[in-house]
């Protein structure tokens, strides 16, 4: 059965970084573009950022921009989010997803969702 687990997040301060895995099996994720998403309490799912599936073009939300980076090792099945000068707001629950296009996951639809992992970003 295929699925998708992230890894990594955890509680940091603000201006920390963290880095977070997710980590595909049961299938071969490589012609997938895959997502990262954030819900935080009480807020719904957003897209924090999209790859292609050779990693060749990410993008990014505008609250995110030029502080998180996505990418990807499709020999490993694992997509990363490098997340640099962290936020309180950005304190959410972080998923990754996979989707046939990025037009999907733009708009909160995957075939594959992660169960999710936790940042905390202290004041």
């Known amino acids: 059965q295929a699925q998708l687990l992230e890894s990594g997040g955890g509680l940091v301060q603000t201006g920390g970084s963290l880095r977070l895995s997710c980590a595909a099996s049961g299938r071969t994720f490589s012609s997938y573009t895959m997502g990262w998403f954030r819900q935080a309490a009480g807020k719904e799912r957003e897209c924090v950022g999209t790859?292609?599936?050779?990693?060749?073009?990410?993008d990014y939300a505008d609250s995110v921009k030029g502080r998180f980076t996505i990418s990807r090792d499709n020999a490993k099945n694992t997509v990363y989010l490098q997340m640099n000068s962290l936020k309180p707001e950005d304190t959410a629950v972080y998923y990754c997803?996979?989707?046939?296009?990025?037009?999907?996951?733009?708009?909160?639809?995957?075939?594959?969702w992660g169960q999710g992992t936790q940042v905390t970003v202290s004041s």
């Open positions: 790859i292609t599936w050779n990693g060749g073009s990410a």
């Open positions: 997803a996979a989707a046939p296009s990025r037009s999907r996951l733009v708009r909160v639809s995957a075939d594959y």
